[in-house]
């Protein structure tokens, strides 16, 4: 399958905790993005990547999260001293660029965060 | 802000009949929209894409419109089967590549 791989796919921690997610992307696509969802929502986006550039990022995303790609393949979501507003689940998605508008995105099944 | 509503939290439609599920906008002129589809536990899977230019686009069984002067989209499941059961989201584009997503229409297709 070479799908987009997130790991692990559910983390339990306790208020405080450090958590540290991956995303391996679709090997072609030049462009990753790290989305976070809760139930009864749709996705919302937190920052994207080009290659190795992280070129945008929500407000959503407070100084306690950080995300890097540092090679441009695989990508790490990081977030510091967890919430419990953190619980939800961390998707990423990859895509290539074109000469065309905007390509579909590719998700991966996400990373369930808990806090307990 | 910009603002994107999904016609309703749940649908639910006999076998065989068509699904049609709404998705309004509102503050916003997207260059083109797409859905999505997205099971429990799962993430979101990419059906279709339609840009501004085009009114309508098909693909085996489904068929989106884009209508930019109403700001709505229309998604439809012809011959709509259980297998069809899941969330379908709407979405458009944020501004520099991300995307704007609707919080969903959950159909349910019964035998």
């Known amino acids: 399958d070479t799908g987009v791989s997130q790991d692990p796919r559910h983390k339990i921690t306790k208020r405080g905790q450090n958590v540290t997610f991956r995303c391996d992307p679709i090997s072609e696509h030049n462009r990753l993005y790290w989305y976070r969802q809760t139930l009864g929502q749709g996705p919302e986006f937190l920052t994207y990547f080009q290659n190795e550039a992280q070129l945008e990022k929500s407000r959503l995303l407070s100084d ?18 967890t919430e419990q507003g953190d619980s939800a689940m961390y998707l990423c998605a990859s895509s290539q660029t074109t000469g065309v508008a905007n390509q579909p995105q590719h998700f991966g099944d996400g990373t369930r965060l808990s806090i307990l | 802000s910009q603002k994107i509503e999904q016609n309703s939290e749940a649908l639910n439609i006999q076998e065989g009949k068509t699904a049609t599920l709404t998705c309004n906008y509102t503050n916003y002129s997207p260059a083109y929209l ?8 799962r993430g979101p899977v ?23 002067t109403l700001k709505q ?32 229409t959950r159909l349910t297709v019964i035998p």
């Open chain 2, 46 to 68: 990419f059906l279709l894409l339609i840009r501004e230019n085009e009114k309508e686009k098909r693909k085996e069984r489904l068929k989106v419109t884009f209508d930019t």
């Open chain 2, 73 to 104: 989209s229309l998604f439809h499941i012809t011959a709509s089967q259980p297998a069809d059961s899941a969330t379908y989201l709407c979405a458009l584009e944020g501004g520099a590549n991300n995307l704007f997503f609707g919080t969903g």
């Open chain 2, 34 to 41: 797409q859905w999505y589809r997205q099971d429990p536990g």
């Open chain 1, 64 to 81: 306690r999260f950080s995300a890097e790609r540092p090679k441009g393949s695989f990508s790490t979501l990081e977030i510091q001293r």
